[in-house]
């Protein structure tokens, strides 16, 4: 009896986790500037959609997928965004002059540490890289994960 009831909490907590979906309201945060100050919600730029990029600077995903963000940028200058990593600072310039050379250093692009993991319990992304758009007002727009993200954005931010 001990071990159905065991099983039947064992289906129910993955069915549950299988169906987490990323949130729908730009969630609470708090991540890292390169300079070690805090940035929250508090802090984002009004009045512009919220690009919210998850990113692994060893992943062969998002090198791709940055590369095609840098080649675009046009169209992402009136876009606030917010590229976040869980990797150690040491790293991360060097992912930016090997795949992005100058992305980070554009007036809208921001690169924040998740020095506290918090990222991936809180968004729920599926895979590297994890792509949200926000809208002005907090709402999601269009969520993406893995190669094709860019693309898919660059459409949605032209609407």
Same mark, same amino acid.
């Given at each position: 009896?001990?071990?159905?009831?065991?099983?039947?909490?064992?289906?129910?907590?993955?069915?549950?986790?299988?169906?987490?979906?990323?949130?729908?309201?730009?969630?609470? @945060?708090?991540? /890292?500037?390169?300079?070690?100050? *805090?940035?929250? %919600?508090?802090?984002?730029? #009004?009045? $512009? =959609?919220?690009? &919210?990029?998850?990113?692994?600077?060893?992943?062969?995903?998002?090198?791709?997928?940055?590369?095609?963000?840098?080649?675009?940028?046009?169209?992402?200058?009136?876009?606030?965004?917010?590229?976040?990593?869980?990797?150690?600072?040491?790293?991360?310039?060097?992912? @930016?002059?090997? /795949?992005?050379?100058?992305?980070? *250093?554009?007036? %809208?692009?921001?690169?924040? #540490?998740? $020095? =506290?993991?918090? &990222?991936?319990?809180?968004?729920?992304?599926?895979?590297?890289?994890?792509?949200?758009?926000?809208?002005?007002?907090?709402?999601?727009?269009?969520?993406?994960?893995?190669?094709?993200?860019?693309?898919?954005?660059?459409?949605?931010?032209?609407?």
């Amino acid at each position: 009896m001990k071990f159905r009831n065991l099983l039947l909490i064992l289906l129910l907590a993955l069915t549950f986790q299988v169906k987490a979906q990323q949130p729908t309201l730009l969630p609470q @945060f708090t991540f /890292y500037r390169l300079d070690g100050k *805090a940035f929250s %919600n508090t802090d984002i730029k #009004q009045g $512009k =959609k919220n690009l &919210f990029i998850l990113f692994d600077c060893t992943c062969e995903h998002c090198q791709r997928e940055s590369k095609i963000l840098n080649t675009n940028y046009a169209k992402f200058k009136d876009v606030n965004i917010y590229m976040i990593t869980m990797d150690e600072g040491y790293i991360i310039p060097q992912f @930016f002059d090997s /795949y992005a050379k100058g992305l980070n *250093a554009k007036p %809208n692009v921001l690169v924040l #540490q998740d $020095k =506290k993991r918090m &990222f991936i319990p809180t968004f729920l992304p599926k895979q590297y890289p994890a792509m949200y758009l926000y809208s002005p007002a907090g709402k999601l727009l269009l969520y993406q994960s893995g190669d094709g993200g860019i693309k898919k954005m660059i459409t949605a931010v032209g609407k």
